[in-house]
T-cell receptor, first 115, second 117 residues
Framework: AQKITQTQPGMFVQEKEAVTLDCTYD???????LFWYKQPSSGEMIFLIY??????QNATEGRYSLNFQKARKSANLVISASQLGDSAMYFC????????????FGAGTRLFVKA | DTEVTQTPKHLVMGMTNKKSLKCEQH?????MYWYKQKAKKPPELMFV???????INESVPSRFSPECPNSSLLNLHLHALQPEDSALYLC????????????????FGSGTQLSVL
């Protein structure tokens, strides 16, 4: 069963605008963490933001924020003031307490930022 | 130092060759990982080492042999690979304490692009 679902294979956004990348997840574990990673064309995976299942506040890291809706099991990434350097592949990911250090990745969303 | 260093960056090998991929980190992380990534796909977990012991093997063929000689190093030994094994191989590390099981973020190396001819 698909545990992380990213329904947007590709997204376009105008430079300086905000964009939301969707992510839904499925777990029966009470303790889990949700992550977003960025992968530029160079190949390296870069950690962006983390949200724990017990965190009541939405996580923020600079221009990145995570819109966490626990009841809906969604963890959307919001990038504000998009920059050309934000063009990359973005992966939503999850770790579960019962998962033994496994990180499960979604299929990814390719973001294109237009000048 | 928040880097994970992987060598080599590129590797071309024949199906009868033996080669090794190397990974090193000095962040004090006690969990280390090998992932395989095909083009336009998410990374697929291959192996996890926790405190230098193999804790997860995702049913990887035996032509891939991992090794964790110490807490900073992780190797992946390759032998008799097939062309379909051509991919980007990513090493990662994370903290390994109890809380890190579900909260530990991964630090990735830049990967080894492997081509099997």
């Amino acid at each position: 069963a698909q545990k992380i679902t990213q329904t947007q294979p590709g997204m376009f956004v105008q430079e300086k605008e905000a964009v939301t990348l969707d992510c839904t997840y499925d777990t029966s574990d009470q303790s889990y963490g949700l992550f977003w990673y960025k992968q530029p064309s160079s190949g390296e995976m870069i950690f962006l933001i983390y949200q724990g299942s017990y965190d009541e506040q939405n996580a923020t890291e600079g221009r990145y924020s995570l819109n966490f809706q626990k009841a809906r099991k969604s963890a959307n990434l919001v990038i504000s003031a998009s920059q050309l350097g934000d063009s990359a592949m973005y992966f939503c990911a999850m770790r579960e307490r019962g998962g033994g250090f496994k990180t499960i990745f979604g299929a990814g969303t390719r973001l294109f930022v237009k000048a | 130092d928040t880097e994970v260093t992987q060598t080599p960056k590129h590797l071309v090998m024949g199906m009868t060759n033996k080669k090794s991929l190397k990974c090193e980190q000095h962040m004090g992380h006690r969990a280390m990982y090998w992932y395989k990534q095909k083009a336009k796909k998410p990374p697929e977990l291959m192996f996890v080492y926790s405190y230098e012991k193999l804790s997860i093997n995702e049913s990887v063929p035996s032509r891939f042999s991992p090794e964790c000689p110490n807490s900073s190093l992780l190797n992946l030994h390759l032998h008799a690979l097939q062309p379909e094994d051509s991919a980007l191989y990513l090493c990662a590390s994370s903290q390994a304490g109890q809380g890190a099981v579900f909260s530990g973020k991964l630090f990735f190396g830049s990967g080894t692009q492997l081509s099997v001819l």
